[in-house]
Structures are given as C-alpha cells and as structure tokens.
C-alpha cells in the first residue's frame, strides 16, 4: 500500500509518498510560488482525481484537475467558477471541494469567498451558483472572520444525496434536505460569545465540522471557542469541550470507518494562538467526546508555537488509520496508528494551508 498525501501550502503544491505511512518522499512544489487553500481526492473514479483550488493573485482562483495523482494536470481556459452578473461580486478565493456522495458520481461541490456555494455535475469542471443559499435572507448579515468570509466545509450526506450541510465564518451551519433548493441555520447549542446574544440563530464562528464516517448523523464541530457533537445531523449540538485544555482551535477530523473516534488540535485562544502550554499535541476522542486524551509521541517538544489550520488535518481510510497535520511554519506530521506516534514528512515548507491523504 502506498499513501499519498497532498499538501497545500501558501507558495504551491506538493505531493508525498510513503510505503510505511513513516518515511517519506516529497516532490518539488507544483504552481509553486500560488496559494492553495483547497485539495480534495475524489475516490469516486476508478483513478482518483485530484481537484486543487489555486489562489493566483494575477488571474484569479481556479480549480485544476489531475486523474494520474499529479503526473499532469488539466488547467481550465476560463474561470470555472463565476458568480452571475446580476450579483455584481467576483470569487477571491475557493477554500473548499467536496464530491458528493456515491449515488451523485459527477456531483463535486465548492465553497468561496465570499461565502457562496457552487456545485458541478461534471467532476469538477465546471460549476453554477447553487442560487437559493447565495439568495438566502440570512446573507447581507454574515460576516467576516479572521481569515475572511467563506464557506469552508461542505459535507454531503453519504446515502441521501438531498442532504447537504456548510459551515462558515461567520454565519454558522446551514442545512439543506432538498437537494440545495431551500436552507435553513442549523446552529441550535452553538454559542457566539461576542454577541449581545450568544445563542444566535445564526451568526456564529464556526471552525470546521467533521462527520462520523460509522454514523453520518453525528459530527463534531470546532468553533471560535467551543467543540461540539450533533447526533441529529446537525439539528442541535451540545458541549463536548470540558476535557479539552481548551474550547478554542480550527480542525477537527473524524475517522474514516470507525464511530466516536475523533481529533483535534486546540490553541491556547483566540488571543493566545498557540498550543496549550506550548505543547505539540494532538487531543484524540474515542467516545465521542466525552473525553479526549493528548498523543505527543515523536512530536517536537517544547516550546512549539506554531497553528494548525483549519483544512491541514486529515485522516486517509487505512487500518489503522494514518492521521496527518501540517503547521504554519511548514511543518508536517504523520501518524500511521491513528495519532499514538508520531514522525516528520516535511519541514521547511511555506506556511501549510491544506493537507489531504489518499492510499493508493
């Protein structure tokens, strides 16, 4: 079995191999000197398909294709992603692809800034405004986060192809149970502490969401100050934060096949973005958040200052699975027994921004 993983950083592309999931072989930077905020490995295919959202600051974002894992890349001629002229806004950036499910083969999905969600129905080639969120009452009140206003995770459903679920910053989690044609703010038990209210119906900060592969109705979100565990598909969403060392941090992932089993990284605060105690650790949950215990074999010791991003964790389907994580300061991390030890990839890339893991 040979893994690979895609790491999107802010100066280009790079691709690493490994045969033991341990010892790793980096390739030199494609689109070098372009950001990449999104990768998605779409297994739907007999190849997989790599999809990257290049961020170039002349011509704009764009969506590049690879069906040989990287070996060459289809570069469109035009935009494949463009609001209509009647909404009188341009994409700055796509921070997110995700295929649909397996009952869609062709249906991939974007989110951008600003917070817009596109969908293309030919493998992501091109794609159209999904209309009824971008004309949804709730937009001219979302806001911006720090890293920007953007719709960065996207979750279709595995088995009802009808049911969609985004998150983004800021404006919360949004549902759709009609193929795209309706949504409605699914933040019930989410808190926004920097609001009059903090128990807005929408308006919140949220991080990023994960869904439990074993049972898709439950997922877990990180918050700007929260963790959270929905069991009715995003309906409602209680604490599952009290034996984390903190509530504040961007990624949380969930394992491939197994239920309950989840990871996160948590930062000291929103003011304070570091590790906890300046410790390099990963916080894994079996029981699906009642408790979270930290796994800090084969990571650098401290003092560690560096942030791990919202996109750059990530689990490949293996067994046991290989869980992944790069930092600002261009560290990447690996871990081929599902974040009990720990060895180095790469050091030394530009800032990593997205990280993704395929086994082949």
């Known amino acids: 079995m040979t893994t690979m993983l895609a790491i999107g950083t802010l100066k ?13 072989r980096v390739g030199p930077a494609h689109f070098f000197g372009q950001a990449i905020y999104a990768v998605s490995i779409d297994r739907r295919p007999a190849t997989a398909r790599l999809l990257v959202g290049v961020d170039n600051s002349h011509f704009g974002p764009s969506v590049v294709i690879s069906d040989d894992l990287g070996e060459t890349w289809q570069e469109p001629d035009t935009a494949p992603l463009a609001f209509p002229a009647d909404t009188e806004v341009a994409v700055e950036r796509i921070w997110q692809i995700a295929p649909a499910g397996p009952a869609e083969p062709g249906v991939v999905y974007a989110g951008t800034q600003p917070s817009a969600l596109f969908r293309s129905t030919d493998g992501g080639q091109t794609y159209e405004l999904v209309r009824p969120l971008w004309d949804h009452p709730h937009r001219p009140q979302w806001g911006a986060g720090f890293g920007g206003q ?9 088995t009802d192809p009808q049911r ?3 998150a983004m910053s800021t404006g919360g989690v949004y549902r759709s149970a ?11 038990g989410i808190k926004a502490y920097f609001f009059p209210d903090p128990w807005p119906e929408f308006g919140q900060c949220v991080h990023k969401v994960a869904r439990d592969a074993a049972d898709p109705d439950r997922l877990y ?3 700007h100050h929260g963790v959270y565990r929905s069991t009715d598909d995003g309906a409602s969403w209680q604490s599952i934060a009290d034996t984390l ?3 504040f941090g961007f990624p949380i992932v969930a394992h491939p096949s197994r239920p309950e089993v989840a990871w996160n990284f948590p930062l000291t605060s929103d003011r304070e973005r570091h590790p906890v105690d300046l410790r390099c650790r990963v916080f894994r949950t079996t029981d699906a958040g009642d408790t979270w215990q930290p796994f800090e074999r084969g990571l650098p010791e401290g003092p560690f200052y560096p942030v791990v991003l919202r996109d750059a964790m990530s689990v490949d389907d293996g067994d046991p699975a290989g869980v992944y994580f790069g930092t600002r300061s ?14 180095s990839v790469a050091s030394h890339l530009p800032d990593v921004l997205c990280v993704r893991a395929v086994t082949i």
Request: proline share 7%.
């Open 12 to 24: 280009g592309l790079f691709l690493a191999t490994s045969d033991d999931r341990r010892r790793w």
């Open 150 to 158: 953007a719709i960065h995770t996207i979750l279709p459903h595995p």
């Open 164 to 166: 969609v679920l985004i």
């Open 178 to 188: 009609d193929g795209g044609a309706s949504w409605s703010a699914s933040n019930s």
């Open 221 to 223: 979100a990180q918050n």
């Open 245 to 247: 060392p903190s509530d």
């Open 330 to 343: 261009g560290e990447v991390f690996a871990s081929p027994d599902e974040g009990e030890s720990w060895s």
